[in-house]
């Protein structure tokens, strides 16, 4: 029987400014099918899709909705052509229960009556094999519950033609099977469901065909069971590449940060880090492994002494070398005080206690280097400001989640970013753009950023160039740790690439990484040891060489699991 | 057809796209059409409003030389403008630091009034008791504390406890207003609490030049330091980074409390030294309307300007220029007061209003294929 076609674009083309987000596509979906789309990420995946369910408009081109034209100005008009989205981040109320969010915006006539919206929720979670409570609450809800709400307010309301916007990126892989049952009961039902995503694996074990975009232009459209992997890479990118990590074996392992009963707790009083403990090795790449939003970020900034700690330690070990002190920041108070506690020596090994001399006398004594401290010093990292963690000679570098809002001034140009970290520095008033400006000339030609110059807004820049001046400035201090949150969030393959190998060199070199991944593809094939986490409690230490995506998968939704350090 | 028709009256004529890269060049010239459009929907309004040019066209082009007239008529009329300019942007100085930070400080209206209080105050007590010169010294330090005291009261709340600055900065004018009035009181017990000009006090003048050049090269002082200062210190980059992200600025161990403060306590010297060339500079008085709404007005010229020190010469100018001129119209066709203010307002929603078009573009929808259809 010759399928129906449900919806096609023909020509459609969206410019933002001077960028083209979709270039002349024409696209066909047919009901009963799962259509992947399949792209890099920036290639106009996700401006498409809006553009159907009505939060863009094109600038040229039409759509016909079983073959007559159709003009979609609003999520309404998508609505009342039955068309529905599930967005990657979830638009939920959260103080409502599931059916209360489900019939918002839902002109319905007569009275409102939530018995019956919880009776009819109830069966089409049974139709299609969801389970859902609906009188549960949005903020008590995991996230796959929630994504579930949202399928389920979209099939409310009818539609039968859904989108949805990488639904497997907040998931485990046990929920991810889960997720592809239904829509294959939908598909069955005669539902048109098309899912967008950059990962291949899923794209071939769930969809009847993939569409692939690069750069905005639709490249074309395969049945799945004609593709492999590799041949929709090639589409994707444009040419064949290998995606290789050449994962070393760790040399020299070193315990290098201790982190021993951490817990957090932040202004809401939630308990967002519970007794973590972990030790990060120098030479090797430590993974965190979990779902969205389980302490990572809180654990990081811990660290990074961003967040503040209820209890626990953090211990930073360094290497036994003699470094002369220098005055950071004009820290004369913080030398005197470590002095007290003999921090220091002379050149002979002999206690320097700098008591009863003039600051003048300090200041000449540490001019000349001769006051000496010995890294190996253990240090505790609690309760220490980033400044203070900085000014002890702790050399911790953090490429945050949140780039441009929290590593990088998005509306400064390269070289003030990397001003960030060493502006203190030089001549006391005034700034010095000098040195700044060289490593940013550095980091450009090392790592290949595309930029039309030094002073550029950095928000101008591509994600992945965004990331390799962050990523180039944290490595350029010559960290001893490294930690990195969701470093190839949002890079296209190439740039995902190059990131990665970054760390892996970091890691050769001796310095002690930490990565905090969402693919966990990627973590195991990075990685040395995986640190699974869920709702701030370690759940399980595993050894990315033997462990199974499964295995990580159930550790990830694991509660109340003791937390055990497993050696390395 | 009749399909085709019907699609395109669902669709919108136009719509409306963010521009990604702004040409200084265009957005100049998009400024430059929107002053003199406000010019010419000035010259219709007056046209309409004031009687003296009723029923003769010809007329309107004496509006537009009272205009001129205003600031460059004469040698005393021209310092009197670029006295007005330098108080102006004097003020509008001292807001930038805050603006850049983006704490939105709309109290330099109440900081600088407290500044002319605090001046006036050591003037008043101390005048002739002291020599001149210690006078003046303590005069400054008194307008420069109160100034910074004024400004530092919100900062500390924002700091501490994270109230809104702007709410906080605007209630802080009227307490400013409310504190000199009872000062007023407390020294012209009887009558009209009106403080008539003091004896002491008086800032010297140059021993060439005008009367006012003292002030306008104290200024553009100011403003040449203020400029390095926020482009070339490093609080000046602090300032910057606060501004931009806090998180950023948290992330590189910057402490934003103490920026927060001492950018508020910079505005506040600056506000407080206003006040300093107000009250012992011009008026050797003080009254709640010693600011004259110059510190509100001072936002809309850092802003345009966007809180660049040395652009700020030409809003500043270009405001005082609007206010000089609209006050010599309201004198010279003999029209109530209120006048001016709809010029100023006028021209001013022009200049605002074309912000909008140099960050977005507005683009009609299927200009060409319409055409097609027609043909």
Redesign the interface.
């Known amino acids: 029987m010759e399928k129906q076609v449900a919806l096609s674009m023909r020509g459609i083309t969206k ?5 083209v987000a979709n270039h002349n596509v024409d696209l066909d979906v047919y009901e009963g099918e799962i259509l992947a789309i399949l792209g890099e990420n920036g290639c106009g995946k996700t401006t498409l899709m809006n553009m159907i369910s009505g939060i863009y ?1 094109p ?1 040229e081109g039409k759509i016909y909705k079983n073959g007559e ?1 159709v ?1 979609i ?1 609003s999520p309404k008009d998508a609505f009342d052509l039955k068309i529905g989205m599930i967005h990657q981040h979830f638009k939920l109320v959260d103080l409502f229960t599931a059916a209360e969010n489900i019939v918002l915006g839902v002109n319905e006539k007569g009275r409102y009556n939530l018995k019956s919206v919880n009776s009819r929720v109830s069966q089409i979670a049974e139709k299609y094999g969801f389970h859902i409570d609906p009188q549960k609450k949005i903020y008590d809800m995991s996230v796959s519950e929630k994504q579930t709400v949202e399928i389920i307010k979209v099939l409310y309301r009818g539609a039968d033609i859904l989108i949805l916007d990488e639904p497997t990126a907040v998931l485990t892989p046990q929920e991810i099977e889960r997720l592809f049952d239904v829509l294959r009961r939908m598909k069955a039902d005669g539902k048109s469901i098309i899912i967008i995503t950059h990962k291949l694996h899923e794209v071939i074990a769930v969809s009847d065909r993939v569409a692939i975009l690069r750069k905005g232009e639709h490249i074309a459209t395969v049945d799945t069971c004609d593709a492999t992997e590799s041949s929709l890479t090639e589409m994707m990118v444009g040419k064949q590449i290998t995606l290789d990590i050449d994962r070393s074996e760790p040399e020299n392992v070193q315990p290098r940060l201790e982190v021993k009963d951490l817990n957090c707790i932040d202004g809401e009083g939630i308990h967002v880090l519970k007794d973590i403990s972990f030790t990060a090795n120098s030479g090797e790449i430590l993974g965190i492994a979990g779902i969205a939003g389980s302490g990572q970020r809180e654990l990081l900034e811990a660290i ?1 002494g ?1 967040q503040p700690i209820a209890s626990g330690q953090i211990i930073f070990n360094n290497p036994k070398k003699d470094r002369p002190v220098t005055f950071f920041h004009k820290s004369m108070r913080q030398v005197k005080e470590l002095a007290a506690r003999d921090a220091f020596h002379d050149r002979s090994g002999a206690p320097m206690r700098l008591k009863g001399m003039s600051r003048a006398q300090i200041k000449a004594q540490v001019s000349a280097g001769n006051v000496l401290f010995r890294e190996d010093e253990v240090m505790n990292l609690r309760g220490k ?3 203070e963690i ?1 000014s002890l000679g702790v050399r911790l570098s ?1 490429v ?1 989640e ?1 780039r ?9 140009g390269i070289t ?1 970013n990397m ?3 060493s ?2 520095k030089g001549r006391a ?3 010095d753009r000098k040195k700044p400006r060289a490593l940013a000339e550095d980091i450009i030609k090392e790592l290949e950023v595309a930029t039309p110059g030094v002073n550029t807004p950095v928000r ?1 820049l591509s994600g992945g160039n965004v990331q390799k001046v962050l990523v180039g400035r944290e490595i350029a201090f010559a960290p001893k740790v490294l930690m990195a949150a969701y470093p190839a969030r949002g890079l296209d393959i190439n740039s995902s690439y190059t990131i990665y190998n970054l760390l892996n060199k970091q890691k050769q070199n001796g310095v002690a990484v930490i990565f905090v991944g969402e693919d966990l593809d990627v973590l195991l094939a990075l990685c040395d040891r995986i640190m699974v986490v869920n709702s701030g409690a370690v759940t399980g230490m595993l050894d990315a060489r033997t462990a199974t995506k499964e295995e990580i998968g159930l550790l990830m939704t694991k509660t109340n699991a003791p937390a055990k350090e497993v050696a390395p | 057809m009749s ?1 085709q028709k019907k ?1 395109a009256a ?3 004529l136009f ?1 409306l ?5 702004v040409n200084p060049a265009s957005a100049m010239l998009i400024r430059v059409i929107a002053i003199v459009l406000g010019m010419v929907v000035c010259g219709l309004t007056a046209f309409l409003l004031i009687e003296k040019l009723h029923g003769d066209p010809s007329k309107i082009k004496d509006f537009y030389a009272c205009f001129i007239k205003g600031s460059f008529a004469s040698e005393r009329k021209l310092w009197k403008f670029l006295k007005n300019m330098a108080i102006l942007q004097c003020i509008s100085l001292a807001v930038t630091p805050a603006f850049r930070m983006r704490f939105w400080n709309i109290g330099a209206e109440g900081q600088t009034l407290m500044g002319v209080l605090g001046c006036i105050t050591v003037a008043f007590y101390f005048g002739g008791r002291l020599p001149e010169w210690q006078l003046l010294i303590l005069m400054l330090i008194a307008a420069l504390l109160y100034g910074a005291v004024w400004a530092v009261i919100p900062a500390l709340f924002k700091a501490k406890w994270n109230t809104n600055e702007t709410l906080f900065t605007l209630m802080m004018n009227y307490v400013a207003t409310y504190v000199v009035s009872y000062f007023l009181v407390i020294w012209v017990p009887s009558g009209s609490s009106t403080l008539g000009k003091l004896k002491y006090g008086k800032l010297p003048v140059l021993p060439f030049g005008n009367q006012y050049l003292l002030i306008i090269l104290i200024v553009l002082a100011l403003t040449i330091g203020l400029y390095i200062y926020l482009k ?3 609080q000046g ?1 602090e300032i ?2 606060v501004g ?2 806090m ?2 600025a ?4 910057i ?1 934003v409390r103490r920026v927060i403060i001492r950018t508020m306590v910079v505005s506040g010297l600056l506000c407080g030294l206003t006040g300093f060339l107000i009250g012992s500079g011009l008026d050797q008085s003080v009254t709640t309307e010693s600011v004259g709404g110059q510190g509100f007005t001072a936002i809309i010229v850092s802003w345009l300007a966007n809180f660049n020190p040395l652009v700020m010469i030409v809003t500043s100018g270009l405001i005082s220029f609007l206010n000089s001129g609209a006050a010599q119209i309201s004198q010279d066709f003999n029209v109530s007061g209120a006048l001016p203010d709809v010029i100023v307002g006028i021209i001013l929603f022009f200049i605002i209003g074309c912000e909008f078009f140099i960050h977005y573009k507005v ?1 009609f ?1 299927h200009a060409s294929s319409e055409k097609e259809a027609v043909k």
């Open positions: 410019r933002f400014g001077s960028v408009f600038d034209e003009v100005r990074a961003l400001t980033p400044l900085r953090f945050p949140d441009l809002g929290m590593g990088l001034v998005g509306n400064m003030d001003m960030l970290r502006y203190r008033g005034f700034v101008r | 399909e699609s669902h669709e919108s719509h796209t963010k521009r990604t890269e070339y210190s490093k980059y910057s980074v931009e992200s998180r950023t948290q992330y590189s161990g402490n683009v929808r």
